[in-house]
């Protein structure tokens, strides 16, 4: 068994494993290389959780890509349980009129996706399309159209492959199951 | 909201204003020259010129019948409201619009006004006048404008009642003023889509309430929106899903939010068990009942887990 998550966290399952994971993310490169030829394509990749996912996609996508990343943190706020969003680290790349593929690890109830879209919406792209690693459509708050995913998942806690569990765990080859809850 | 209206004062940048907004919503602007073109074709040129003259002359009689111009402006301005519909809106520039449409539930009265100094200065810049000559232009266009709305229809301009915003341009730019008007519109017009939406299938609208809480999750989440920048409204809505033998709703369902950017109703739902299971059943009555309706249910755990993710973020 791997040391990559120390004593605290344990794993219950293996539930994507590494080579099911790199066929999917071919399939998704291949389906992105046949829809958007001859557009210009900017990937921006989340960060962390997209990290290997986008590492990984956008060399699976043969298309002259330009590669950009974005992050997001939170500032305590007294006021509520949750903070203010912020943006910790913006796109550099000028996306004005490019064809945009936001890359994210999982999506869940959608929020930050729709705070992601009204955002890089006001930087006046050609097109927003989303692909995620992950997709959980019975949690979706939102009606976002989710046009590319690798796979669909219910409520389990998660991690590996970029997600992780207080910063553990992202380095795992696959996505596992974890007996802790998150 | 269909129809915006907008009284302005001479020298207020009113009609910058107006043209503004119109590039910006693409619409098109009905003033005083295009209603006396068309709404009064058939007149002779020597009436046409005497309504543009005198405000009076709209109380009489049209040559060979008994309505007269004022039914006549009434008639045109009205219909132009009926058909105009939320996102396709008209931009009527004076001709007393905001007492015709007063009654009208989504237009938008607008006043744009500024200090008589200012409309001054304005003036003689821009008709290379000098102050004084400039001045009593501005008071003599003041005293027309105010007769018109007056000898019409017995309003007084000065009421700030009439309006829905005022716009002062002494410190302001058009494109700022006009921000304001803009984000008063859109609002109206996301209010009057859902409220003729309600209209058309039986739903209650009562998104004029204020918004009062039902307990601090709900406010919670609604500033978990408001971090994500996700506009929404509290109940906005109540659709009846059960009806008695007389008609009587004998049932309803409020989702305590509406996104509008999603077009989805969200119920938030942190109590027993067997509250949930009427929620649930509550909320399948309305996708059948109210087909193309999306309503979704934020369980305890979600939001329990989405308050956790977001304070370690996401």
């Known amino acids: ?182 | 909201m269909a129809i915006i209206t907008i009284s302005r004062q001479n020298g207020s940048l009113g009609d910058e204003i107006a043209q503004y907004l119109s590039d910006k919503l693409g619409c098109d602007i009905i003033d005083r020259e295009y209603a006396l073109s068309n709404f009064f074709g058939e007149q002779s040129s020597g009436s046409i010129e005497r309504l543009n003259e005198s405000a009076k002359f709209f109380l009489s009689s049209s040559s060979g019948s008994d309505i007269t111009y004022k039914d006549i402006l009434i008639k045109h301005i009205t219909e132009l409201a009926q058909d105009a519909t939320p996102g396709h809106d008209i931009i009527l520039v004076g001709l007393g619009g905001c007492v015709i449409c007063a009654n009208c539930p989504y237009a938008v009265n607008i006043r744009v006004c500024a200090s008589e100094d200012t409309r001054t200065n304005r003036i003689a810049r821009r008709f290379n006048l000098d102050y004084e000559s400039a001045r009593t232009s501005v008071e003599t266009a003041d005293r027309k404008h105010k007769r018109f709305v007056s000898v019409l229809f017995e309003k007084d301009l000065s009421n700030p009642e009439l309006f829905d915003i005022t716009l002062n341009t002494d410190n302001s730019s058009v494109e700022e003023a006009s921000a304001a008007a803009l984000a008063l519109i859109e609002a109206k017009n996301r209010r009057a889509k859902i409220a003729i939406e309600t209209k058309e299938v039986g739903a209650i609208d009562h998104q004029a309430e204020a918004i009062v809480f039902k307990n601090d999750t709900e406010a919670e989440f609604a500033h978990i929106l408001d971090m994500y920048e996700i506009e929404w409204l509290y109940e906005p809505k109540t659709f009846p899903i059960e009806y008695d033998a007389e008609g009587n709703i004998k049932m309803a369902f409020s989702p305590d939010f509406y996104l509008p950017k999603f077009d989805i109703y969200l119920e938030l739902t942190t109590m027993e068990q067997k509250y949930v299971t009427i929620k649930n059943k509550k909320v399948r009555k309305v996708r059948e009942m109210y087909p193309g309706t999306n309503v979704r249910i934020v369980y305890k755990k979600d939001f329990l887990s989405l308050v956790e993710r977001l304070k370690r973020f996401c």
């Open chain 1, 1 to 182: 068994m791997s040391h990559i998550l120390g004593n605290s966290i344990e794993i219950s399952r293996i539930v994507f494993d590494e080579e099911t994971i790199r066929k999917r993310v071919i399939e998704l490169g291949q389906m992105i290389t046949k829809d958007f030829y001859g557009q210009e394509v900017v990937l921006i990749g989340v960060l962390k959780g997209s990290l290997y996912f986008f590492s990984d996609l956008s060399r699976s996508i043969d298309l002259p890509l330009k590669l950009d990343t974005i992050g997001f943190g939170s500032i305590p706020d007294t006021t509520s349980r949750t903070g203010v969003v912020r943006i910790t680290k913006d796109i550099d790349v000028d996306i004005t009129g490019k064809s945009v593929i936001i890359v994210e690890d999982v999506i869940r109830t959608g929020l930050t996706t729709a705070y992601l879209i009204s955002n890089i919406e006001s930087k006046k792209p050609a097109s927003i399309s989303l692909c995620s690693m992950l997709l959980n459509p019975d949690r979706l708050l939102m009606t976002i159209p989710v046009k590319y995913y690798g796979f669909e998942i219910t409520d389990q806690w998660l991690i590996g492959y970029g997600m992780d569990l207080d910063e553990v765990g992202r380095n795992l080859p696959y996505i596992a199951e974890t007996s802790r809850k998150q």
